[in-house]
């Protein structure tokens, strides 16, 4: 089944700036599926049309198959939204935050203490359900948002951006926690910056970019179609000049440091073999860049 | 989906709010309605004497109360859903499977609760400088019910119009203000010259002060059926309006 599926959804603001050009996408329950593009390339206002923040122009929405115009509450009810700032009332507790919104879903307060509790063990916030939100930290607000979202028990979980400017060890257990949710049967869309976090969780991409869909697959077959890896490689000893290997660009970046471009049907052995016959010892290698950050610069660049 | 349960919350979400700052919400009105009365009331009113066969404090306190209705459940719906534009939490209703008339009623049930507690306070903070017997139950509940509502919807309409703190503050300072002082709070517009007392006829806060006036000491310069034929008129407006700008999204979405 569907969980979400938009089709030639237009959206034109009032000063004209046309934000999306007529734009389909599906998205299969059961999903982690990432949504990516540059700045200003229209995701925040697919998701804004999705979750009804913003009025499409024209075009449908259809969320488990309930339209999103003539079924509205069925579609909504579907639906939790991670946003990409901070949107609650600062002065509330999270408890209260999270409680407020199981009561506009409908949720009967017994239900609604439960589901509450529940979320917030699952963001580890329990124990700060009776702090004001203003005094919690950065990545705890964002977990609370988290399980402001998750309250209703939704079945498309949207998180637009929802790892942005929190540190690295609240970043990996955010990615624990989605995986788990996503796991549990929760199709969730993920729109980020750090491609990385998106090449790692989702399974099906697309890629916008000036209001249209530029790329639509999987995430394997769209990594398949990279044809060169990028690798830094630190060296024993110092070179004068880059060694020469066929097919390969090299290029010294420090006397002990080589910036290598190598096609996929060269491969490494190759290269390892070429360097030890100029008697070049390799002490380290890297990626140069994430592979998905590779692509995504080839796809939107190329215009 | 129970909208009951989402109307419920929303309306304990507005009670909660004013309830936790009380000291800026319950406190004020009653240390200035309490000037009004030793002022107004005791050191001016001594002097004055009779009006329409009341004495002026018993004149002036239907006015006062309902002049308290007025501005705070205006700025009770215009404050509270302008913070949520601003901080955004507004979202959290919108995404949420929640009708319009649902989000309407639950603000307009908050500004009303609010107005009417104030009301209350006043009420109260009156009896220690007056000792009126109600005139007429009903109506005085009706009016100050009416009153409250229609302040409610033009507090709603405020907020979703306002862009900035600024706006939330201009109609409460340059037009409520006025109108209700110009609304017979303190005087009888029989009183004016023939020219000004034409002119106060378009201003509704008159009515609604002088059927509230009514109910509680049996004396008004209106007939109250109209009162409540404009006040009803205007709610029906306003509701109209509210709904459509909710409907169009107009200052809530983009």
């Keep these: 089944m569907k969980a979400l599926s938009l089709c030639n959804l237009r959206k034109t603001y009032s000063k004209g700036f046309e934000a999306l050009k007529g734009i389909d996408l599906t998205v299969e329950e059961g999903d982690f599926f990432a949504l990516l593009g540059p700045n200003g390339a229209g995701k925040s206002t697919a998701i804004g049309i999705i979750s009804s923040l913003v009025t499409a122009s024209s075009g449908s929405v259809s969320v488990f198959g309930y339209d999103l115009n003539t079924e509205r509450d069925l579609a909504k009810s579907c639906i939790g939204l991670v946003p990409q700032e901070v949107n609650f009332n600062q002065f509330d507790t999270a408890k209260s935050i999270v409680l407020n919104q199981a009561g506009y879903y409908g949720l009967p307060r017994k239900l609604a203490l439960q589901r509450t509790e529940h979320c917030l063990k699952q963001m580890d916030l329990w124990d700060k359900r009776d702090t004001i939100s203003r005094r919690l930290s950065g990545g705890m607000k964002r977990r609370v948002m988290i399980a402001r979202a998750m309250v209703h028990a939704p079945r498309l979980l949207i998180l637009d951006e929802p790892t942005a400017g929190v540190d690295i060890e609240i970043r990996r257990s955010m990615w624990k926690m989605m995986q788990e949710v996503n796991q549990q049967g929760t199709t969730i869309i993920l729109t980020t910056h750090y491609l990385e976090e998106a090449e790692s969780l989702c399974r099906n991409i697309a890629i916008i970019d000036e209001g249209r ?12 179609r990279l044809h060169i890896d990028h690798f830094i490689l630190d060296l024993a000893d110092p070179l004068t000049a880059a060694p020469i290997i066929d097919g390969c660009q090299i290029e010294l970046v420090s006397d002990k440091v080589l910036n290598v471009a ?10 390892f073999n070429q360097l030890t016959a100029q008697n070049i010892q390799v002490m380290s290698l890297k990626n140069k860049t994430n592979r998905l950050e590779q692509l995504f610069m080839d796809l939107v660049t190329a215009k | 989906m129970n909208y009951s349960i989402a109307f419920k919350t929303i309306v304990k979400k507005e ?10 919400t319950l406190l004020p009105p009653a240390i200035s309605t309490t000037l009004y009365f030793l002022i107004f009331g005791k050191l001016i009113g001594d002097r004055i004497g009779m009006i329409n066969g009341a004495s002026y404090m018993d004149y002036i306190v239907p006015g006062i109360i309902i002049m308290s209705v007025i501005s705070h459940s205006y700025a009770n719906v215009v404050s509270s859903l302008y913070s949520t534009k601003f901080q955004r939490n507004i979202e959290e209703l919108l995404v949420a499977p929640v009708p319009n008339w649902i989000i309407l009623s639950g603000y307009i049930s908050g500004g009303i ?12 903070i009156s009896l220690l400088f007056s000792d009126f017997a109600v005139h007429n139950v009903t109506i005085a509940l009706v009016t100050a019910l009416l ?28 037009v409520l203000t006025p109108l209700s002082y110009l609304g017979g709070v303190f005087y009888s517009v029989d009183m004016l010259p023939p020219i000004w007392q034409t002119l106060s006829m378009g201003n509704p806060i008159l009515y609604m002060v002088n059927a509230f006036r009514y109910g509680l000491i049996g004396v008004s310069d209106i007939d109250i059926q109209l009162t409540v034929i404009i006040t009803g008129g205007f709610i029906v407006t306003l509701v109209a309006l509210c709904l459509y700008l909710l409907h169009k999204g107009i200052g809530i979405k983009n």
């Excluded at chain 2, 609760?113 to 109260?124: E, P, S, Y």
């Excluded at chain 2, 509502?149 to 939330?168: C, K, Q, R, V």
């Design chain 2, 147 to 174: 009153t409250a509502t229609l302040f409610s919807l033009a507090g709603f309409i405020n907020a979703i119009l306002a862009e900035s703190f600024d706006d939330i503050s201009i109609i409460p300072n340059f």
């Design chain 1, 213 to 224: 869909i530029v790329e639509h697959s999987d995430m394997a077959s769209l990594l398949a």
């Design chain 2, 15 to 24: 009670i909660y709010r004013f309830i936790r700052i009380w000291p800026q």
């Design chain 1, 262 to 271: 190598i096609p996929k049907e060269i491969g490494l052995n190759h290269l």
């Design chain 2, 113 to 124: 609760i609010r107005g009417l507690l104030v009301g209350i306070v006043v009420a109260l």
